[in-house]
Structures are given as structure tokens and as C-alpha cells.
């Protein structure tokens, strides 16, 4: 039983979005996810780190699911700024059932365990959002967000997993930062930085959590082990 990691899968089987187009590390990008995951064992868990699919709805994500869900391994699903089909728990986690996609499980206002340890996190919160007009009410309804699945964890050992940086060359966001440090959490692990900007992410050890940056095309699109 292992824990694993990844974020950005960016699939848009039921869509016109394939990443392919952006060359280098993308192309073929479906395929070497699938390569990537063969290291992957049924009874494991992955954590998705949110822009898993470029699908619109649920419906236009329905192949991005079953390729997902045909992957080994239990995943947890967190939200990206590109998860337009991302709609209420209940209505996904019906979605998942009525499609018979068991392995999918959605990370959102709760937590889930991998042995004694609690797997926290929510989308989060990145300056390209105070960009496009700082929104109060969702700034803080992240923040309600974390807390509630860090509550959930209770006393247990808590790993963070968050869409956004929470820390970044030039950029933190001070009030996520200290939610995790408050409640104790062990490693963050976050996505949403491609490219050029992999270079400006922060993998190292800050206020007593260790950071580490997880976006598929920064790992090669082979999901990183956590623990075993
Ligand atoms: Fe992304
Ligand atoms: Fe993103």
C-alpha cells in the first residue's frame, strides 16, 4: 500500500483541449500518464491536485473520469481554477455512482485517511485570483474550506493538498500559510505551475512544512510516491 501525488492532468478526452499541442513534456501527455501510473497498485491512493479535466460539464468530463477511473488506485479529486465541470459533491459523487466510477472520491470540505494519516486540502488561493479582482467571499470561503477539512482530520497527522501555491517566488498568501501551520500539517503539496514557471516554484521546508511542487508536467506525468 503506497500513498502517491499528482497534479494538472489536464485530460480533454470528451473535449478540444488536448495539451499535445504545447509540445515538449506534453506531447503524448495521455499516454505517459498511463505509463506513470503503472507503478501504481490498486490498493494504493492518489492524490489529484485539481485541472483534471478541460471538460465543461460532467457529462463532456465523462471519458476524463473513466480514464481516470480505469487508472489503479483509489484517487482523491481536489479542484483546479480549470475544473469548470466541478459542481456540488452530491451531484459529482451521484455522477461517479451512476457511472460506476468507484475509485473517484472527491476532496472538498472533508478529509480522507491513508493509514493514520489525514489527507487535507482544497483548491487554495494564488495571485493571479487577486488579478482578476480580488473576491473577498471566495478568498475567505477557501479559507473555511481548509479549516474544515483540517478540523476533520482531528488529531491525526495532516498532509495539505492544495491546487494553488500557497508560497511562490515573490508571493504568499500568509493566511493559508498560517491555517497549516496552526494545525500542525506535516507537507503541502501543490500543482497549477507549468512550464516556465516551474522554475519560480518553492520545494523546501518553510515554517515547519515541507513544500513540494506536484504538477504532472514538473513530475514527467509519473505520479510521486508520499509514503508506503
Ligand atoms: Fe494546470
Ligand atoms: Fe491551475
Avoid at 81 to 105: C, I, P, R, V
Avoid at 144 to 171: D, M, N, T, V, W
Amino acid at each position: 500500500m503506497a500513498l502517491y501525488v499528482i497534479g494538472d492532468t489536464h485530460l480533454s478526452l470528451g473535449s478540444d483541449k488536448p495539451m499535445d499541442v504545447f509540445g515538449g513534456g506534453w506531447e503524448g501527455y495521455v499516454e505517459k500518464l498511463s505509463a506513470g501510473f503503472q507503478a501504481v497498485e490498486p490498493q494504493d491512493t492518489v492524490v489529484l491536485c485539481g485541472d483534471l479535466s478541460w471538460g465543461m460539464s460532467l457529462e463532456q468530463a465523462r471519458p476524463d473520469f473513466a480514464f481516470l477511473d480505469a487508472l489503479p488506485g483509489r484517487k482523491l479529486l481536489l479542484k483546479g481554477n480549470h475544473d469548470y465541470w466541478w459542481t456540488t459533491a452530491s451531484k459529482m459523487n451521484a455522477f461517479f455512482a451512476e457511472n460506476g466510477f468507484t475509485t473517484l472520491h472527491i476532496l472538498h470540505n472533508n478529509c480522507y485517511f491513508y493509514r493514520e494519516t489525514a489527507l487535507c486540502g482544497t483548491r487554495g488561493w494564488f495571485y493571479e485570483e487577486e488579478q482578476s479582482g480580488h473576491n473577498e467571499k471566495v478568498f475567505r470561503r477557501e479559507l473555511i474550506r481548509l479549516e474544515a477539512s483540517l478540523k476533520a482530520a482531528g488529531e491525526h497527522e495532516k498532509l495539505c493538498f492544495l491546487h494553488y501555491p500557497p508560497c511562490y517566488q515573490g508571493y504568499t498568501c500568509p493566511e493559508i500559510l498560517e491555517l497549516m501551520e496552526r494545525y500542525g500539517v506535516k507537507a503541502c503539496y501543490y500543482g497549477h505551475l507549468h512550464g516556465g514557471s516551474h522554475r519560480l516554484a518553492f520545494n523546501g521546508r518553510r515554517g515547519g512544512i515541507e513544500y513540494r511542487l506536484v504538477s504532472a508536467d514538473y513530475l514527467g506525468f509519473r505520479p510521486q510516491i508520499i509514503c508506503e
